[in-house]
């Protein structure tokens, strides 16, 4: 139990410095719910297979808002990262960037794909 405690004080600078040099501001309100979801799914994968009906859910009640002001606010959080984010770091992550006409990833994919960069990067199983 004491090293569950010891990865998630390793995992939340990890997401915040990854986000960061994917370029989402920290003001952005997206900003904190994509941090949030990140850490949730590094913890929990099966969240991944249902973003709608029990991650947003969950990050509302949280935040003390909507399901849809969730999704709106991490998908705009995306857009602004897509455009100005490190270009190599989307391609490692994804396999892709805007570089050549892409579009960007899904909320999903996003947060799976972190999610599952971060687990990897802590020797998660």
Wanted: some cysteine; proline content about 3%.
């Amino acid at each position: 139990m004491g090293s569950n405690v010891m990865e998630r004080t390793e995992t939340e600078p990890m997401i915040s410095g990854l986000m960061l040099e994917l370029g989402i501001p920290a003001h952005l309100k997206g900003y904190q719910y994509l941090r949030t979801a990140i850490g949730m799914c590094v913890e929990d994968m099966e969240l991944i297979g249902s973003v709608t009906k029990l991650l947003y859910p969950d990050l509302a009640k949280k935040y003390a808002t909507t399901d849809q002001k969730i999704e709106r606010a991490i998908r705009n959080a995306i857009e602004v990262s897509w455009e100005r984010g490190n270009g190599e770091l989307f391609h490692r992550l994804f396999g892709y960037n805007n570089s050549i006409g892409h579009s960007r990833p899904t909320n999903s994919e996003y947060i799976a794909s972190v999610a599952d960069y971060i687990r990897l990067e802590q020797g998660y199983v």
